[in-house]
């Protein structure tokens, strides 16, 4: 039994062996044999090529001198409204000193590496040290082999291309403000828009003021012929007269009431011709007034009241001579606010360079005009309705809770708001379109009727 147990040990063991020995084989057959070991010379060489190479890449860049002419030439491509060809030329000058460091860095890592095994080299055999030595004190193209000078040379450059590359990005961001400020429409042709849109508005207003004077031209042309045929009836009622005077005895002392009832019947169609005559000069009149009645609804609707009034006997103390009477008192109103200046609407404002960031309160444009000269937002309401404060014109509380210091209006004086807001030069823009008016009516009354009338 113990001689049995005895062979399978054994047999163990020598399996456990030949499979310790198969493993170590194959492991031997997956391990490549490495190289032999560079010598002293070949690490000397790869240093002084990535040197030179390092040299090579200070040397020959002319990133600094392109840099120089473009920024020299900043001023002209400004003023030619080129800013984007000059920022397109610095983001080319950024690549360029970006792939230099990169160059540099690699350079610089391969050149450590090489230094590393030359150290290692020289651990191996003691008897390269006096080798090493004299080989840090020469130079490659006036540069110092010693990996400490070297090191140090390589970070200097590397460090003034980085800063370089800040000045280039602090030139292209100026330059993309630039280019941004340029975006904008040029003032010249937004003239010439704003010419082109007042030409048209021109045009249409030439059109309605054309079919005015058309229809005021047919009705002159109406009352022309009515007054000549008022004149035929004034003709034929005076030969009338005539005639039945002729007919008629002359009674020296007036009326006589022995007279027969006949002489009472031949008076009538005298004083029917007159009042016919008087009421057709009337119904003439209100044919002429008819057109101006809309100046004013308060005026007009007393002008309606006066003309339908059957008291009123005689035309002038309505027309012209309440139109005149206004009209002395609007030149008055006119000349007592002849200081207060007119409210300028326009799309773009000469803005202080302070002031070219402020924002208008109503249309929210940035820094092209006051919220004063908004042209989105030219009537009052439509303001009003923007805004809740008064005094500083915000949106986001009321004028009771405003703790602004309010200025004086420009227009008015007022505290309480804001020149914005203001309603005189609206007024006065009313009221001299209404004086306008006026002395338009009454110099067509006097070129009809005569100066005297």
């Known amino acids: 039994m113990e001689s049995d147990h005895d062979d399978n040990f054994s047999k163990k063991r020598r399996a456990e062996e030949r499979k310790l020995i198969e493993e170590i084989r194959y492991k031997r057959s997956c391990i490549q044999r490495a190289p032999t070991f560079p010598s002293a010379g070949e690490i000397q060489s790869k240093i002084r090529r990535f040197l030179s190479i390092v040299v090579m890449l200070v040397k020959s860049n002319s990133i600094v001198e392109t840099f120089t002419e473009l920024r020299g030439s900043r001023t002209q491509l400004f003023a030619r409204r080129e800013a984007a060809l000059y920022r397109c030329r610095l983001e080319r000058v950024h690549y360029e000193a970006s792939n230099l460091v990169e160059r540099m860095r690699s350079a610089a890592e391969a050149l450590s590496m090489a230094y590393d095994l030359y150290g290692l080299l020289v651990l191996a055999d003691n008897s390269l040290l006096d080798e090493r030595d004299d080989f840090y004190e020469d130079c490659e193209e006036g540069v110092t082999t010693h990996p400490n000078f070297t090191a140090d040379f390589i970070r200097r450059e590397i460090e003034y291309i980085e800063d370089f590359k800040r000045k280039i990005e602090n030139e292209v961001k100026e330059a993309e403000l630039r280019e941004q400020n340029e975006n904008h429409a040029d003032l010249i042709d937004q003239v010439k828009d704003l010419f082109v849109e007042l030409r048209h508005e021109f045009g249409e207003h030439y059109k309605k003021i054309c079919e005015q004077v058309k229809n005021m031209n047919e009705s002159i042309e109406e009352i022309k012929l009515s007054m000549e045929r008022m004149k035929e009836h004034r003709v034929e009622v005076a030969n009338q007269q005539s005639q039945s005077e002729n007919r008629d005895p002359v009674v020296p002392d007036g009326d006589d009431p022995t007279l027969p009832a006949e002489n009472h019947g031949e008076e009538q169609p005298r004083e029917a011709a007159e009042h016919q005559e008087h009421e057709e000069d009337q119904d003439l009149l209100d044919l002429y007034d008819g057109d101006y009645e809309v100046i004013d609804d308060h005026e007009g609707s007393e002008n309606h009241d006066a003309r339908h009034d059957p ?12 139109h005149k009477r206004r009209r002395d008192e609007l030149k008055d109103i006119l000349r007592s606010r002849r200081k207060v200046p007119d409210r300028r609407i326009s799309h773009v404002n000469f803005m202080r360079p302070v002031q070219r960031f402020l924002v208008c309160s109503f249309c929210l444009e940035k820094g092209k005009h006051y919220s004063d000269s908004c042209p989105t937002y030219v009537s009052l309401e439509l303001r009003r309705k923007r805004v809740r404060c008064k005094r500083c014109l915000d ?15 420009m227009y008015c004086g007022s505290r309480n708001h804001k020149k914005a807001l203001c309603t005189l030069p609206e007024s006065i823009h009313d009221l001299r379109w209404e004086l306008e008016e006026i002395e338009r009516e009454l110099e067509i009354f006097a070129d009809y009727y005569g100066p005297g009338q």
Not at 311 to 322: A, F, M, S, T, V
Not at 395 to 409: F, I, K, P, V
């Open 395 to 409: 949106s986001r509380h009321d004028t009771e809770h405003c703790w602004n210091q309010s200025r004086e209006c």
């Open 311 to 322: 008291q009123q006997n005689i035309p002038g103390d309505e027309y012209p001579g309440r």
